[in-house]
Nanobody, 120 residues
Framework: QQRPVESGGGLVQAGGSLRLSCAATGSIFSIDAMAWYRQAPGSQRELVAHISNDGSTDYADSVKGRFTISRDDAKNTAYLQMNSLKPEDTAVYYC??????????????WGQGTQVTVSS
């Protein structure tokens, strides 16, 4: 099982923007859902945004209106556009992918995480 590959994290000032990417890898027949989670030091991992295979989306209340999740099925890639960033958005962001495997069954896989740091 191969992990999704995340990119786009970094250091940004409050009010700034970042765009995270998550490229799913493996024996993928079709992707069911993709999601972004985050985990701040001393906190539990929490769901940030989720996108289903029909394009429907869900967001944590804390990021509604600021973050946008999207997907490009031709590239097996999901994106998280983060605007109006706040210091409390600082965390390691993880991608989660659920897909139908070419060899059968559904596979759920986590990325290695990418650090997002928002300075005040």
């Amino acid at each position: 099982q191969q992990r999704p590959v995340e990119s786009g994290g970094g250091l940004v000032q409050a009010g700034g923007s970042l765009r995270l990417s998550c490229a799913a890898t493996g024996s993928i027949f079709s992707i069911d859902a993709m999601a972004w989670y985050r985990q701040a030091p001393g906190s539990q991992r929490e769901l940030v945004a989720h996108i289903s295979n029909d394009g429907s989306t869900d967001y944590a209340d804390s990021v509604k209106g600021r973050f946008t999740i999207s997907r490009d099925d031709a590239k097996n890639t999901a994106y998280l556009q983060m605007n109006s960033l706040k210091p409390e958005d600082t965390a390691v962001y993880y991608c989660n992918v659920a897909y139908d495997s070419i060899v059968g069954g559904i596979v759920t896989s986590w990325g290695q995480g990418t650090q997002v740091t928002v300075s005040s």
